[in-house]
C-alpha cells in the first residue's frame, strides 16, 4: 500500500513558477512509475507528466512540454512537479499517482493504469 500527500499548490500570476511535492509513504516507492495528472474544474482528469522509476524515462503533455520538469528524489521517497511558465489554463486540481508496476521502462499516461493516489493539490493561475 502506498499513500500520497501533495502539496505546494496556490495562487499565482501568470508566467509564475510553482513548484509541487509528493510525498510517498511505502518501501515500494522507488520502484514505481509516477504521475502527475491534472482536473481543471468541469472537466476530466488528464495526464500531465509522468517518471519512470529512476527517472531514465520522462513523458509529458503536448501543453506542458518545455514549461514543466517532472524528477524524483527516491531516497526520499517523493516526486516533484517543476511548473514554469504558468498560464491560467493550467488552473486546476493536481494530482500524483503511482503505477505500481515494479521497475517499468515506461511511463503510462492513462489514468486507469494508475493504482494509487493523492487526495490533490489546487493550483490558480491569475490573468
Known amino acids: 500500500q502506498v499513500q500520497l500527500v501533495e502539496s505546494g499548490g496556490g495562487l499565482v500570476r501568470n508566467g509564475d513558477s510553482l513548484r509541487l511535492s509528493c510525498a510517498a509513504s511505502?518501501?515500494?516507492?522507488?520502484?514505481?512509475?509516477m504521475g502527475w495528472f491534472r482536473q481543471p474544474p468541469g472537466n476530466e482528469r488528464e495526464f500531465v507528466a509522468g517518471t519512470n522509476w529512476n527517472g531514465a524515462h520522462t513523458r509529458y503533455a503536448d501543453s506542458v512540454k518545455g514549461r514543466f520538469t517532472i524528477s524524483r528524489d527516491n531516497p526520499n521517497n517523493t516526486v516533484y512537479l517543476h511548473m514554469n511558465s504558468l498560464k491560467p489554463e493550467d488552473s486546476a486540481v493536481y494530482y500524483c499517482?503511482?503505477?505500481?508496476?515494479?521497475?517499468?521502462?515506461?511511463?503510462?499516461?492513462?489514468?486507469?493504469?494508475?493504482?494509487?493516489w493523492g487526495q490533490g493539490t489546487q493550483v490558480t493561475v491569475s490573468s
Open positions: 499517482a503511482a503505477d505500481a508496476k515494479y521497475y517499468s521502462g515506461y511511463v503510462e499516461a492513462r489514468l486507469h493504469e494508475y493504482d494509487y
Open positions: 511505502g518501501r515500494s516507492f522507488s520502484s514505481y512509475t
